[in-house]
T-cell receptor
């Protein structure tokens, strides 16, 4: 089954404790993205990757890092989480640019609470 | 960046058609119109997309105005499982899906 998986699904942590949210897709997609969803603000793109070793900032990259060492994986790293990073995070992938013809597949989401 | 405008909420009765409108008056000639929906406690899922012509798939139909300044997502027979937030999106070239507030669809039995 074609899917995007994220782990963990729920996470409670404390300020400053480094954490990584993993994302994996089994569709051989080149493009992967991370979004955060906050009430009243919709989904905002954090980082995206157009292929292995190619990443770039989205709308709200501050406080986040990503890496793309393998095509299927795109982990989101919070080196020093702060309470304002409490949010619902989604990973997404697509075979080509969504602005053209391709659709994006979203993961189930990771709900993060930073105390 | 082209912006979309949707009603905050709509209601429908089960088994009846639903027409969800979207205005995108600043759309450019190459912008595709995508619709996604987000069911409660789930990630967004693709519904349909189009460029100029009306489109049909197993989930819905997309009617695009001749001037492309608006579009309408049509659910032919709403079910309780269609209750979700529906987003009309004009994706950017960096794969950025600019989700706004969307339209919250309530389906009444």
């Amino acid at each position: 089954e074609a899917q995007v998986t994220q782990n963990p699904r729920y996470l409670i942590t404390v300020t400053g404790k480094k954490l990584t949210v993993t994302c994996s897709q089994n569709m051989n997609h080149e493009y992967m993205s991370w979004y955060r969803q906050d009430p009243g603000l919709g989904l905002r793109q954090i980082y995206y990757s157009m292929n292995v070793e190619v990443t770039d900032k989205g709308d709200v990259p501050e406080g986040y890092k990503v890496s793309r060492k393998e095509k299927r994986n795109f982990p989101l790293i919070l080196e020093s989480p702060s309470p304002n990073q409490t949010s619902l995070y989604f990973c997404a992938s697509s075979s080509r640019l969504a602005g053209a013809r391709e659709t994006q597949y979203f993961g189930p989401g990771t709900r993060l609470l930073v105390l | 960046d082209a912006k979309t405008t949707q009603p905050n909420s709509m209601e429908s009765n089960e088994e009846e058609p639903v027409h969800l409108p979207c205005n995108h008056s600043t759309i450019s000639g190459t912008d595709y119109i995508h619709w996604y929906r987000q069911l409660p406690s789930q990630g967004p899922e693709y519904v349909i997309h189009g460029l100029t012509s009306n489109v049909n798939n197993r989930m819905a139909s997309l009617a695009i105005a001749e001037d492309r300044k608006s579009s309408t997502l049509i659910l032919h027979r709403a079910t309780l499982r269609d209750a979700a937030v529906y987003y009309c999106i004009l994706p950017l070239n960096n794969n950025d899906m600019r989700f706004g507030a969307g339209t919250r669809l309530t389906v009444k039995p």
